[in-house]
């Protein structure tokens, strides 16, 4: 039997994301902090915190997951780079450490998420209310066959090196992702291609592996619940009739990733076995 489980840290306090300008707000914010009260699949309430720097044009997002663990979403709009960390609980009783850390690099698309300037500006009517999405986007499953160096991530995002400092063995991105920032200059020698399938015939999933110590492909999930995903736009018209557009608001969204990637033994992937 597995023990009780254990709870991280409390939260940090971090910065936060708004819901509706407030009247007679000062003008553009460098920096924001906001929390936010979201309802998980489960029902449960969690707190999401945002934070928004709109000088280092980059937001972090953080909430706590209804098994525990701890997952962070960085977005470096500068260099169009997403940073999704994970703090998992361990098993002690199997093993593990306290606690165990993952780092997962991606492309930042345009129009993904709300600018960090905009984001900034934001801000919220009422803190107690518990949000929901208003719009669903699809799973997306990513298979992350690269490593990445945490000594020389900087050159990629200076937010790697405190973001993914826990999880220094485990950072993990795509090939495609590889050759986008390639093509921008970076430095190639920060990424190593991890083993695959079709390198090693005997490597399977780890929920499918009988033997803790044997390497294999490990699935891990997670889901960003609440986030501002697009500006909303409201139109108004002048004395002389002249219709013009202004920004009003956000459209929240909620979008789940799951993340395949090489792990050199299944003790390193215990999770796996429960889906």
């Known amino acids: 039997m597995r023990g009780p489980r254990r709870r991280l840290p409390a939260l940090p306090a971090l910065l936060w994301l708004a819901l509706a300008p407030l009247p007679g707000a000062p003008g553009p914010a460098a920096r924001a902090e906001l929390r936010v ?5 489960g029902g449960q309430v969690t707190e999401e915190s945002l934070q928004a720097d709109s000088r280092s044009d980059c937001i ?7 098994d525990g663990a701890l997952v962070t979403l960085t977005a470096d709009f500068r260099q169009e780079v997403k940073i999704f960390r994970a703090l998992i609980l361990g098993e002690l009783e199997r093993g593990q450490s306290q606690f165990q850390a993952l780092c997962f690099v991606t492309r930042l698309h345009r129009n993904e998420i ?8 934001l801000r919220q009517k009422n803190p107690r209310t518990v949000r929901q999405a208003e719009e669903v986007r699809g799973l997306e499953h990513l298979s992350m066959d690269v490593a990445v160096n945490f000594s020389k991530g900087a050159q990629l995002s200076s937010h790697i090196h405190n973001v ?16 986008f920032w390639l093509e921008k200059g970076v430095d190639g020698s920060m990424f190593e291609v991890l083993p695959q399938t079709s390198d090693l015939p005997d490597l399977q999933r780890c929920k499918l592996c009988a033997d803790r110590w044997k390497p294999c492909i490990c699935s891990y999930s997670l889901s960003i619940e609440w986030y501002p995903c697009m500006l909303k736009y409201c139109k108004s018209r002048d004395a002389g009739g002249k219709v013009s557009s202004y920004k009003c608001g956000i459209r929240s969204c ?8 090489y792990v050199p033994q299944k003790q390193l992937c215990l999770w796996d076995e429960e889906t």
């Open 164 to 179: 993914c400092a826990e999880a220094k063995e485990a950072i993990y991105t795509r090939e495609e992702d590889v050759r």
């Open 37 to 41: 009260r979201v309802r998980l699949p």
């Open 254 to 261: 909620q979008k789940g990733y799951t993340f395949d990637y």
């Open 114 to 121: 709300i600018p960090s300037e905009s984001m900034a500006k």
């Open 60 to 66: 972090s997002l953080e909430l706590r997951t209804a």
